[in-house]
């Protein structure tokens, strides 16, 4: 069941990729083509019907260049900005209880997304490729990680930082005993990605 905060999110989301589409007079289907997400579940996301995966709003956020923050947008962006502890919504939910919340993503003069990652033991996230150029800096605050990037597998423990190429499918897994507290900035190039390249 959806918090509050995270029906405003799916609503807001709803709103903006709406808005997005029309501003830049896309169809649906010219949005799924370029995003590679189904125009079914476009529908989907523009109704406010589905809590989208981090993965497909990565997809259709690099379709219209911006961030995923950018699609969370509720007003036009202050020149500074006090986000609340309780504030960023719960984008991911893993099967044991861990959660990735998007704490804050900018668009100017770059496109960055800064998010805290929980992730009880033995929990994974599968993490397709990104837009070209994108890196990701994961620091482990606590606990242990292990990144897997194309096959290779990575052992990242706590107070160890992690800089890689994310534009390549990449997989996040807690192999520890104890839960695994991350921070992550995802740094991305900007610009449309037109996913049919």
Same mark, same amino acid.
């Given at each position: 069941m959806?918090?509050?905060?995270?029906? $405003?999110?799916?609503?807001?989301?709803?709103?903006?990729?709406?808005?997005?589409?029309?501003?830049?007079?896309?169809s649906? @289907?010219?949005?799924?083509?370029?995003?590679?997400?189904?125009?079914?579940?476009?529908v989907?996301?523009?109704?406010?019907?589905?809590?989208?995966?981090?993965?497909?709003l990565?997809?259709?956020?690099?379709?219209?260049?911006?961030?995923i923050?950018?699609?969370?947008?509720?007003?036009?962006?202050?020149?500074?900005?006090i986000?609340?502890? @309780?504030?960023?919504a719960?984008?991911?939910?893993?099967?044991?209880?861990?959660?990735?919340?998007?704490?804050?993503?900018?668009?100017d003069?770059?496109f960055?997304?800064?998010? %805290?990652w929980?992730?009880?033991?033995?929990?994974?996230? @599968?993490?397709?490729?990104h837009?070209?150029?994108?890196?990701?800096?994961?620091?482990?605050?606590?606990?242990?990680?292990?990144?897997t990037?194309?096959?290779?597998?990575?052992?990242?423990?706590?107070? %160890?930082?992690?800089?890689?190429?994310? $534009?390549?499918?990449?997989?996040?897994?807690?192999?520890?005993?104890a839960?695994?507290?991350l921070t992550?900035?995802?740094?991305?190039p900007?610009g449309e990605? @037109?996913?049919?390249?």
């Amino acid at each position: 069941m959806l918090t509050d905060r995270e029906r $405003d999110a799916q609503a807001a989301i709803a709103r903006q990729v709406k808005s997005l589409r029309q501003g830049r007079r896309w169809s649906l @289907d010219e949005l799924a083509s370029r995003s590679g997400v189904s125009k079914g579940m476009l529908v989907q996301i523009e109704g406010a019907r589905t809590n989208p995966s981090i993965g497909t709003l990565c997809r259709v956020a690099e379709s219209f260049g911006v961030s995923i923050g950018r699609l969370l947008e509720t007003e036009p962006e202050p020149v500074v900005k006090i986000v609340g502890a @309780d504030e960023p919504a719960v984008l991911w939910r893993g099967p044991d209880g861990g959660t990735g919340r998007l704490l804050r993503g900018v668009n100017d003069p770059a496109f960055v997304e800064v998010w %805290e990652w929980r992730m009880a033991p033995g929990e994974d996230h @599968d993490s397709g490729d990104h837009t070209p150029r994108t890196r990701e800096i994961i620091h482990v605050r606590e606990g242990e990680l292990e990144v897997t990037i194309d096959v290779t597998n990575y052992a990242v423990r706590t107070g %160890e930082t992690i800089d890689f190429t994310a $534009d390549r499918p990449h997989r996040y897994r807690n192999p520890g005993t104890a839960e695994a507290v991350l921070t992550m900035v995802v740094v991305m190039p900007q610009g449309e990605y @037109d996913r049919r390249r």
